[in-house]
């Protein structure tokens, strides 16, 4: 099991009896499975997770998971480990409140180089205050109980829309804080579409197709394709997706998929294209090349034999070796600006 301080350090106010916990009633915004976690499987707490492989990890540990916190503002407690991205964590921490009934304890950690500073000046505005904090493993920990006399009702309000979807690149698009470049067009996305031949007919597939902006290049250069798969880990991602392609829904039939594609792709029938520009971290900053190995493995296993992937990725990862055991045919289309598009024939079984 991997190490995560943010998550152990999370728990240490409880364990230390800084504060005391009431029996059930526990929402988790953004659990993450991990050894402390099991300290908490009394409360039976309620989990939110919008990134697949890690919902499926409480999942697996036997913890109840959703993609997205639930209307209810009856939690005794509340614990967070927000995301980076600031207007995204402003919103949690809004969604954590309403969440929390009052009198209930709303409890954070974050890790130092993942802006715990700022996260933690919000805290301390919207709560009005702390009822205690921690350092710990390189994290902070703050919490506070739910005191609508001091909470800040006025940017409540305003940071429950902080990451609400919105229209970008002059109104093309819906998109939101937090997702995959949010609000432009990713550079190896852009190659990619630079060279993504037309003329595609029959059943395709966009693997990690974050808000849909490769989906839709292909879609408007492709009239001929019948349908497409989108898989996306990302629930909040795939949602945004679905509202960008909704426009092709006449015409194509369009399949929407929370899925963790590392974990390979449901076996129907196989696909004609297959695209993806896939992701190469995961928690930390490190590139992790395992991931964009196992989405080619995905794709090798998944595509029909006269069938073929058209793959961006940044220069240095370490694709080829795995490319050339999986497919007879290869061709680098583009090698540019850090980037190179490959498509990929002859898949090998
Ligand atoms: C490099 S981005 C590309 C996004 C989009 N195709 C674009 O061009 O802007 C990779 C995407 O893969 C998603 N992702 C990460 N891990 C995943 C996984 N295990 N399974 C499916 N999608 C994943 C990310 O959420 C992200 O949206």
Redesign the pocket.
């Known amino acids: 099991m991997k190490k995560d301080a943010a998550l152990d350090a999370l728990l240490l106010p409880w364990q230390q009896r800084l504060v005391s916990f009431a029996q059930g009633n526990t929402l988790f915004l953004r659990a993450r499975e991990g050894a402390a976690l099991q300290a908490l499987r009394a409360l039976e707490p309620l989990c939110v997770q919008p990134?697949?492989?890690w919902a499926d990890a409480l999942g697996r540990a036997g913890f109840e998971v959703l993609p997205e916190a639930p209307q209810a503002q009856d939690f005794a407690q509340v614990l967070v480990l927000p995301p980076r991205q600031r207007e995204e964590s402003r919103a949690l921490l809004a969604a954590a409140f309403d969440a929390c009934m009052a009198g209930g304890w709303v409890l954070v950690s974050v890790a130092n180089d993942e802006g715990a500073k700022a996260i933690e000046g919000d805290f301390k505005k919207l709560a009005g205050g702390f009822d205690g904090q921690l350092g710990k493993y390189h994290c902070r920990v703050f919490w506070a109980r739910r005191d609508d006399a001091r909470l800040d009702a006025g940017l409540l309000q305003q940071w429950r829309m902080a990451d609400a979807p919105r229209e970008i690149l002059q109104g093309q698009f819906a998109s939101r804080p937090g997702?995959?470049?949010w609000n432009r067009?990713?550079a190896?996305?852009a190659l990619l579409v630079a060279h993504l031949p037309q003329g595609m007919t029959g059943r395709a597939a966009?693997?990690?197709?974050?808000?849909g902006?490769?989906?839709d290049a292909m879609l408007q250069k492709n009239p001929g394709l019948h349908a497409l798969d989108v898989?996306?880990?990302?629930a909040r991602?795939l949602a945004l997706a679905e509202r960008n392609l909704r426009r092709y829904q006449q015409d194509i039939r369009l399949g929407f998929h929370w899925?963790?594609?590392?974990a390979g792709l449901p076996a129907a029938a196989r696909y004609d294209w297959i695209i993806?520009?896939?992701?190469f971290h995961?928690t930390g900053k490190a590139a992790q090349p395992g991931?964009g190995q196992a989405f080619i493995r995905a794709a090798a296993d998944m595509l029909a034999a006269h069938g073929a992937f058209w793959l961006v990725a940044n220069a240095h990862l370490p694709y080829e070796a795995l490319l050339m055991e999986r497919f007879a045919s290869l061709r680098v289309v583009a090698a540019t600006q850090g980037y190179k598009v490959i498509e990929c024939r002859q898949v090998r079984r």
């Open positions: 990134f697949k492989p997702v995959f470049a067009v990713d190896g996305s966009d693997l990690g197709a974050g808000w902006f490769l989906a898989f996306e880990a990302d991602a899925h963790d594609v590392t993806s520009n896939p992701p995961d991931i």
